[in-house]
T-cell receptor, first 115, second 112 residues
Framework: AQSVTQPDIHITVSEGASLELRCNYS??????LFWYVQSPGQGLQLLLKYFSGDTLVQGIKGFEAEFKRSQSSFNLRKPSVHWSDAAEYFCAVEALDFGNEKLTFGTGTRLTIIP | EPEVTQTPSHQVTQMGQEVILRCVPISNHLYFYWYRQILGQKVEFLVS????????KSEIFDDQFSVERPDGSNFTLKIRSTKLEDSAMYFC??????????FGPGTRLLVL
């Protein structure tokens, strides 16, 4: 069964600083990988996804993520954060088996932005 | 841009009561899902639904839960006899294929 680890529960960065949120997954092959963002009291918004091909994927709101097979990682990055980026970020994996399309989420990283 | 919608946004119920959470998936999507998020915890898969039947369910999805697609647009989650521990945010999601899932805004369920 697949699993996801987000080792950082809470990260605080200054507005304008760079950001990297870590995600490691466990799965027998290369899964589909996703980052979702959840603002307080809101639903889950897809930031970006990796299925295959170029290992550096671009998403919305200036985010990008890099898939590293050797490290089983899919870290999320942003060169310069904005106050509106404060939210909870979830990494998720989906197995490639037909009939097993469920998403398995990490525990999330809460991002706080300070002025 | 098409969105997944969910109703109600909030529901308060007494323990032992039945609740039905409703979702309208994106219209050309074929796969439907329910997830839940207990306050402060991660999002957990409950059930997936394809071709008018459950394709996978988690161990959380016991006999108290059921899903239905009663017509061409709605997808419902029924909890037959709610327990205190069912209090959570319930998210519906849909996808066109076995790829990107789009989530609704959620229904916050509080069981008293």
């Amino acid at each position: 069964a697949q699993s996801v680890t987000q080792p950082d529960i809470h990260i605080t960065v200054s507005e304008g600083a760079s950001l990297e949120l870590r995600c490691n997954y466990s799965y027998g092959a290369t899964p589909y990988l996703f980052w979702y963002v959840q603002s307080p009291g809101q639903g889950l918004q897809l930031l970006l996804k990796y299925f295959s091909g170029d290992t550096l994927v671009q998403g919305i709101k200036g985010f990008e993520a890099e898939f590293k097979r050797s490290q089983s990682s899919f870290n999320l990055r942003k060169p310069s954060v904005h106050w509106s980026d404060a939210a909870e970020y979830f990494c998720a994996v989906e197995a490639l088996d037909f009939g097993n399309e469920k998403l398995t989420f990490g525990t999330g990283t809460r991002l706080t932005i300070i002025p | 841009e098409p969105e997944v919608t969910q109703t109600p946004s909030h529901q308060v119920t007494q323990m032992g009561q039945e609740v039905i959470l409703r979702c309208v998936p994106i219209s050309n999507h074929l796969y439907f899902y329910w997830y839940r998020q207990i306050l402060g915890q991660k999002v957990e898969f409950l059930v997936s639904f394809y071709n008018n039947e459950i394709s996978e369910k988690s161990e959380i999805f016991d006999d108290q839960f059921s899903v239905e697609r009663p017509d061409g647009s709605n997808f419902t989650l029924k909890i037959r006899s709610t327990k205190l521990e069912d209090s959570a945010m319930y998210f519906c999601a849909s996808s066109r294929g076995s790829e990107t899932q789009y989530f609704g805004p959620g229904t916050r369920l509080l069981v008293l």
